[in-house]
């Protein structure tokens, strides 16, 4: 069974068998579990490893002085970080789990052994950081020009896309685990409005959430609320059904 890594850069790239091999191998390598709210990096630090999201939910944030915090991405299964060690000396911000969270841990030189190994697999994670900035830009709209609803519907499309293309949707749910702290944090909202716009879009039949689970009513009518167009996450482009060359 491919991991999400995988099952993600499948969406971007034809991979063959060779390369999953690759990317398989560095999903052997030592893994390390952190607790719900526990820092994986701070702002500062000099990782020396990749982290490979297998499990649970993460978030790149920066802290102000007066305590405030702004999330400026999430990080679910598939997910990879740290790619700034080949190039930058330091983080510019910090890493935290949302919930529990298990992470490979890939040592530079692995890291350089794979992509060296399989081209493609170098194309695809270079497709996959293009993606992460795109996610960023996308991100600066939501906060800068979307109101209320909109950003807080537009944030539940991205997740809930990104978790489809990796297998965590069912049926139209999946877990969603993000407090309504978290939720403002990351869409510049407070706890108040970020309630009352859940609330107005459980009352227009769009969603349902609750103790963690996502159930998505109207999928269609959410894209519309929140203008989302999943173009700027580039799945597809290739397409998982695409066969590789093996």
């Given at each position: 069974?491919?991991?999400?890594?995988?099952?993600?850069?499948?969406?971007?790239?034809?991979?063959?068998?060779?390369?999953?091999?690759?990317?398989?191998?560095?999903?052997?390598?030592?893994?390390?579990?952190?607790?719900?709210?526990?820092?994986?990096?701070?702002?500062?630090?000099k990782?020396?490893?990749v982290?490979?999201?297998?499990d649970?939910?993460?978030?790149?944030?920066?802290?102000?002085?007066?305590?405030?915090?702004?999330?400026?991405?999430?990080?679910?299964?598939?997910?990879?970080?740290?790619?700034?060690?080949?190039?930058l000396?330091?983080?510019?911000?910090?890493?935290?789990?949302?919930?529990?969270?298990?992470?490979?841990?890939?040592s530079?030189?692995?890291?350089?052994?794979?992509?060296?190994?399989?081209?493609?697999?170098?194309?695809?994670?270079?497709w996959d950081?293009?993606?992460?900035?795109?996610?960023?830009?996308e991100?600066?709209?939501?906060?800068?020009?979307?109101?209320?609803?909109?950003?807080?519907a537009?944030?539940?499309?991205?997740?809930?896309?990104?978790?489809?293309?990796?297998?965590?949707?069912?049926d139209?749910?999946?877990?969603?685990?993000?407090?309504?702290?978290?939720?403002?944090?990351?869409?510049?909202?407070?706890?108040?409005?970020?309630?009352?716009?859940?609330?107005?879009?459980?009352?227009s039949n769009?969603?349902h959430?609750?103790?963690?689970?996502?159930?998505?009513?109207?999928?269609p009518?959410?894209?519309?609320?929140?203008?989302?167009?999943?173009n700027?996450?580039?799945?597809g482009?290739?397409?998982?059904?695409?066969?590789?060359n093996?």
């Open positions: 069974m491919p991991h999400k890594l995988i099952r993600k850069l499948e969406h971007f790239t034809r991979l063959a068998s060779d390369d999953r091999d690759a990317l398989e191998a560095l999903a052997q390598h030592r893994q390390r579990v952190y607790r719900a709210r526990e820092t994986i990096i701070n702002e500062g630090d990782p020396e490893v982290n490979l999201f297998l649970g939910w993460a978030c790149r944030y920066k802290d102000l002085e007066n305590g405030k915090r702004q999330i400026m991405s999430i990080f679910v299964p598939g997910d990879i970080c740290d790619l700034n060690i080949f190039i000396k330091y983080m510019d911000h910090s890493i935290a789990a949302l919930t529990s969270v298990t992470v490979v841990e890939i530079r030189d692995a890291f350089e052994r794979a992509i060296a190994r399989s081209p493609r697999v170098m194309q695809a994670l270079w950081t293009l993606v992460t900035a795109a996610v960023q830009r991100w600066t709209m939501n906060v800068g020009q979307r109101d209320a609803r909109e950003r807080i537009h944030l539940i499309c991205e997740l809930y896309t990104r978790l489809d293309c990796v297998g965590l949707v069912t139209g749910a999946c877990l969603f685990p993000l407090t309504q702290s978290e939720l403002g944090e990351a869409t510049g909202l407070t706890p108040v409005s970020v309630n009352r716009v859940l609330q107005d879009l459980r009352r769009l969603i959430l609750h103790d963690s689970r996502l159930r998505i009513l109207d999928l009518g959410l894209q519309q609320a929140a203008m989302f167009n999943p700027y996450l580039h799945l482009q290739e397409g998982s059904h695409l066969a590789a093996t």
